[in-house]
């Protein structure tokens, strides 16, 4: 049975940080892309930053400078900092886990991040 359970959400201020984490079970956490996206207040989901099985990043123009993706595949878990939070990113923040070879795409339960003073 595969999880992805996040943590680390919460209320923090403007111009705050906070780190995320996934922690991923089930599966061969090292060969797969990893990756995360919100969903803001009456938005869809958006991708915001993704590290491959070999390290690559991919980051979304408006978290580009403040967010940082990284991985430890000894813990099975990939991290999202985020330092210099705007209101605009309040959303839920979801863990996703894809392995293109055989079509796998796993979603975590979400995260709720509030950046408001």
């Known amino acids: 049975q595969v999880q992805l359970v996040e943590s680390g959400g919460g209320l923090v201020q403007p111009g705050g940080s906070l780190r995320l984490s996934c922690a991923a079970s089930g599966i061969i956490f090292s060969i797969y892309d990893m990756g995360w996206y919100r969903r803001a207040p009456g938005k869809g989901r958006e991708l915001v930053v993704t590290i491959s099985s070999s390290g690559g990043t991919n980051a979304a123009d408006s978290v580009k400078g403040r967010f940082g993706i990284s991985r430890d595949n000894a813990k099975n878990t990939v991290y999202l900092q985020m330092n210099n939070l705007k209101p605009e990113d309040t959303a839920v923040y979801y863990c996703?886990?894809?392995?293109?070879?055989?079509?796998?795409?796993?979603w975590g339960q979400g995260t709720q991040v509030t950046v408001s003073s």
């Open positions: 996703n886990a894809r392995y293109l070879l055989n079509s796998s795409n796993y």
